[in-house]
């Protein structure tokens, strides 16, 4: 029972044997590894991506985490990064060359757009951005160069949903890969792989940790894909996560169930009280009967998780500001996925970068952590009313 949910996360890869026996897997916290003969080191050298040689390569740690993120994933394999930015870009970059054209979802994770419309360019990699909420769209993109289709399924703030299934059976019609952001969902939540998608990319950052206290990334996909991302992107560009890191991540999927549960559960809640408040004019939420897509987050995702945004029915900038300032609970912070409730709004982030200046100055992004959903429906109450 190898794919049983708290098996992998309790037991899987940790053979606790070769750690003296410890319950909780040691932190390998070597740079390099040791071997008694010339010819053990030359066998090793053969298997870098399976057998301890050097920590930027492989890590026994890092190794039990590359097994469950696997498993957790459907796919062959795994590769941990020291960040979610770093996963995606090693992924896009390995099955990308110049001359090739890439489709991307629009308004995706910031750095993955920026991945995509400024590094790439420079080396002659052409893109399109579309909008996934149509799968046609991918299709009627296709130029005869097209080599990677990009998706985040909900995509980044505006939680726009891509058919996974469709979108995946128009790229294998052509001969195109599929690469999914799944951080939204986390693997517990949605199946990208299950659904035909070749590779699914996290930042382990959010949920997958979720405690707000380390950055790292995840690729999976199958066991030739990941050999060629390992011998190639991986080890030139040096990505790898720390073995101290990778143990945090470990304790965190322990308990990955459990803050979902209570993070989805509470969003819901919370999403149905600013559905209904005067001052809230739209909450982009799969999870609300009301939300366009909402059947199609019913068909691909078990469950809707606790990150969404919301427009305020407000005049300016400065009663946005009022809002957001005065909310107690929800810390004005980037990131999510952590056991505390966050804020995040677009209004700070646009103005002089020229950035997110296609989002309405209103929208406020919100993650629902793991505190009462009471006390944060108070909270947000208190703070509607200071518009
Ligand atoms: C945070 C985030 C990333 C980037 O991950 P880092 O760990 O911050 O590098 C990518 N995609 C999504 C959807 C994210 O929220």
Redesign the pocket.
Known sequence: MNDDLSFILNHLGEERESGYDAVVPPIVQSGNFTYPTVAAMRAVVQQEMDRPLYTRGYNPTVAILRKKIAALEHADDALI????????AAAVLSFTKAGDHIVCVHK?????KKLVSELLVRFGVEHTFVDGTDAENYRKAIKPNTSLFIL?SP??LTFELQDLSAVAAIAKDHGILTLC?N??SSPLYQNPIALGVDMV??????YLNGHSDV???ALAGSAAHMRQVMSKEFMTLGPAPSPHDAWLLIRGLRTLPLRMERSATSADKVARFLEAHAKVKRVHWPGLESHPQHSLAKKQMKRVAG?MSIELDAPDVAAVERFCDNLKNFLIA????GYESLQWPVCALQGPSGYYTDLPFTMVRLYVGLEDADRLIADLEQALAKI
């Open positions: 990064f020291s960040s979610g930015a770093a996963a995606m995706p994770y910031s750095w993955t985040e995509n980044s952001d951080s939204f990319v996290h930042s382990a950052t959010k950055v790292a990334g990150l980037v990131s999510w996925g």
